[in-house]
């Protein structure tokens, strides 16, 4: 019998660290486009917008799902073959860089056709080195996290993210504000990023001795092969929105909805750091077949957590869209607000981690079908939306629809694969009464500053209501029955 307490608390600590990787990398995120908003042109930050759009498009079509199978494996197989199978997925990823290189670079013209910006085209043949560069360096936080040394993770999130910032803002502040300059930092960084990641993605072997692996190219491609069709639906899915924008609307509208239309940084620093943990424990303990009702009290247990963290401050997000929005990118971007309020509340659905159960029951054939489907759905009917309404805001009540669709599919099939309740993985009475308390908080406290500094308070007061808010929360939590503390606990027990 699994012991589910131990399980509960390493898993904490693990995705904690995991998170304070993501906090930095999400604040380095953040911190770069609020510098570059104020320092490129809405042309030229719309144009480098297109080229991270057009990267992460095919970034996932040429990573083929083999980031996310370092997990799968290295938990079946002894560490002292984890070597051979981190070179092996390795070796993969580098000559899939370097193809997705020779691809960009020779397509960059059409490209800026299709999207109808032709200064595209110059900017992708500059970015083009940076997919050989980077590929390599994808899956270290699968690696890392089967062997729990998230602690490691976290550095090498905060060292390569520290790079990526530095070389990327200030050629822009020193020498010219182009984003060319933005592009060429960029491949430098990567340069470094590669060099960072390699150490870090052999530290896991030291002092192992190393085998020979039984998984043989065939076992690799077999599991990777629906998770590359997944992976590939799924970026046709996240990018048509963006597409449909840049296409029917302009590189200014672009800018504005790239800025606005994206979900709290906090929330996916949680969500993707649970998940990144939780892939090698239920792959391992569903390979040791362990009791469903564990996985379903880790799971219940998780989504709990994160929504006791994420929860409160998506509703204060949602509240004060616009002066967060003017804080971030300055008040040529204030028309960004209405998409940011409308990608928030995705965030109130994808706190439940279905991805890692998926893949740990090896159900990744069915994982690809329902992203093609859906994929084929929001390309078509995502066309006659801009057809009909003609209105970018439009495009992201779709998107936000699909997805919330999307993530009640794969909750039934998870609750009807392991013969459990629809609802069963989900805490829904708590999570009612988090929303209900932190909507009440943020009202009262929002009033208050109204009848204080009237209808129009500054966005500096918005940033001192958010402690106020926060302290607010601890301190009526208990006629709420709820406790925000319980998600550090297990951080502050030590570790024998």
């Given amino acids: 019998m699994v012991n589910y307490k131990t399980i509960k608390s390493n898993n904490t600590k693990q995705v904690f660290w995991v998170a304070i990787g993501g906090l930095f990398t999400f604040g380095f995120s953040i911190i770069s486009s609020m510098i570059l908003s104020r320092y490129l042109s809405k042309n030229d930050y719309g144009t ?3 080229i991270i759009y057009i990267y992460t498009m095919l970034l996932v079509v040429f990573a083929g799902g083999l980031p996310n199978i370092y997990s799968y494996f290295l938990s079946h197989y002894p560490i002292q073959q984890g070597a051979q199978i981190v070179k092996k997925i390795s070796r993969l990823l580098l000559v899939s860089g370097f193809i997705f290189s020779l691809t960009l670079f020779i397509l960059s013209d059409s ?5 109808n910006n032709h ?26 996290a089967s062997y729990q040394k998230t602690a490691q993770l976290a ?4 060292l390569s993210r520290l790079l990526m910032l530095i070389f990327m803002i200030c050629p822009i502040i020193f020498l010219s504000a182009k984003y060319e ?29 190393k085998n020979n692996t039984l998984l043989t190219y065939k076992e690799i491609f077999k599991y990777a092969f629906p998770l590359f069709g997944a992976s590939i639906a799924g970026i046709m899915i996240s990018s048509s929105d963006q597409f449909f924008i840049s296409r029917f609307f302009g590189t200014k509208i672009f800018a504005e909805f790239s800025n606005g239309f994206i979900q709290l940084p906090f929330v996916m620093m949680v969500t993707s750091s649970s998940a990144t943990v939780l892939m090698p424990l239920f792959s391992k303990m569903i390979y040791k077949e362990s009791s ?3 996985i379903v009290r880790i799971l219940k247990s998780t989504i709990l957590k994160s929504a006791l963290i994420i929860y409160p401050l998506v509703i204060f997000a949602i509240i004060n869209a616009k002066h967060i929005i ?41 994982y690809m079908i329902v992203h093609l489907l859906i994929a084929l759905f929001v390309w078509i009917f995502g066309y006659i939306n801009v057809l009909i309404f003609n209105n970018p805001v439009s495009v992201a009540i779709f998107s936000v629809i699909v997805t919330i669709c999307k993530i009640g599919i794969f909750l039934l099939f ?18 009612i009464t988090i929303v209900f308390h932190s909507l009440l908080i943020i009202l009262i406290i929002n009033y208050g500053c109204m009848l204080l500094c009237g209808f129009n308070f500054n966005s500096f007061f918005i940033i001192v209501t958010f402690p106020v808010y926060i302290i607010a929360l601890f301190i009526t939590q208990k006629y709420f029955n709820l406790n925000y503390l319980s998600v550090l606990k297990p951080l502050l027990k030590n570790n024998n």
């Fill in 119 to 144: 200064a595209l085209a110059d900017g992708l043949k500059y970015f083009s080195i940076v997919p050989l560069l980077f590929l390599p360096t994808l899956g270290i936080d699968g690696i890392l």
């Fill in 48 to 50: 480098y917008k297109q």
């Fill in 292 to 294: 469903i009702t564990d």
């Fill in 111 to 115: 490209i800026g056709i299709l999207l």
């Fill in 155 to 158: 550095i090498f999130n905060i």
């Fill in 181 to 209: 300059y933005v592009i060429w930092g960029w491949v430098i960084a990567s340069f470094f990023v590669l060099i960072i990641a390699e150490i870090f993605k052999n530290k896991p072997f030291k002092q192992i001795q």
């Fill in 326 to 366: 003017i804080i971030m990118y300055s008040e040529k971007y204030k028309d960004s607000a209405i998409y940011f309020q409308i990608a928030l509340i995705v965030n109130f659905f994808n706190i439940i981690v279905f991805a890692p159960i998926i893949m740990a029951i090896g159900k990744t054939k069915f």
């Fill in 414 to 431: 998870i609750a009807t694969y392991f013969q459990q309740k629809k609802f069963s993985f989900i805490p829904i009475k708590q999570l």
